[in-house]
T-cell receptor
Framework: DAGVIQSPRHEVTEMGQEVTLRCKPISGHDYLFWYRQTMMRGLELLIYFNNNVPIDDSGMPEDRFSAKMPNASFSTLKIQPSEPRDSAVYFC?????????????FGEGSRLTVL | AQSVTQPDIHITVSEGASLELRCNYSYGATPYLFWYVQSPGQGLQLLLKYFSGDTLVQGIKGFEAEFKRSQSSFNLRKPSVHWSDAAEYFCAVAPESGGSNYKLTFGKGTLLTVNP
């Protein structure tokens, strides 16, 4: 399996622009998570989906952030408009269902820089 | 709400020396506990996990961790560190049951430097 695939790996944009991050989870995984990593705040869970349905978006910082999962093999995280404080590494993560598996599979991340 | 504390931001050890990375958690019941490792420019990879049973768990790359309920700790250990172990290490906790057991809370991480 190719693992979790994220694109782009790096994005540099200017404040006010729309940013779309993309993710292809591991085939057969039922859960998909979007995490954000910064030096100041560490790893933060933004939102997660189960069987393509958003379950908990309480970590989404504000309305400028939105996430979708139109099918089992694709998800997007969109920031509109972007701000410099959104600069971070965004990880897409997937895992199997079942309480005793526990292992999260991380993509390599999308490093976003907002100028 | 659950929380994880990794008291050491940065640790430096010599190659071949033993290693212990500390992790303390705050949670009302017995949680699920994990250690992940992150190499530069990469995502996180699972080292080991504890759900129940034997409190000493073995992981990949020669790592082990011990769950101590009385101390609310889950420290990571390795008897002899290799240069390739240099990375950032994250402890994480998830509730034992319920739908939210899929929501891991991560510590801030401990950066490990290995001197030759």
């Amino acid at each position: 399996d190719a693992g979790v695939i994220q694109s782009p790996r790096h994005e540099v944009t200017e404040m006010g622009q729309e940013v779309t991050l993309r993710c292809k989870p591991i085939s057969g995984h039922d859960y998909l998570f979007w995490y954000r990593q910064t030096m100041m705040r560490g790893l933060e869970l933004l939102i997660y989906f189960n069987n393509n349905v958003p379950i908990d978006d309480s970590g989404m910082p504000e309305d400028r952030f939105s996430a979708k999962m139109p099918n089992a093999s694709f998800s997007t995280l969109k920031i509109q408009p972007s701000e410099p404080r959104d600069s971070a590494v965004y990880f897409c993560v997937s895992r199997h269902a079942g309480p005793n598996t526990g292992e999260l599979f991380f993509g390599e991340g999308s490093r976003l820089t907002v100028l | 709400a659950q929380s994880v504390t990794q008291p050491d931001i940065h640790i430096t050890v010599s190659e071949g020396a033993s290693l212990e990375l500390r992790c303390n958690y705050s949670y009302g019941a017995t949680p699920y506990l994990f250690w992940y490792v992150q190499s530069p420019g990469q995502g996180l990879q699972l080292l080991l996990k504890y759900f129940s049973g034997d409190t000493l768990v073995q992981g990949i790359k020669g790592f082990e961790a011990e769950f101590k309920r009385s101390q609310s700790s889950f420290n990571l250990r390795k008897p002899s560190v290799h240069w390739s172990d240099a990375a950032e290490y994250f402890c994480a906790v998830a509730p034992e049951s319920g739908g939210s057991n899929y929501k891991l809370t991560f510590g801030k991480g401990t950066l490990l430097t290995v001197n030759p």
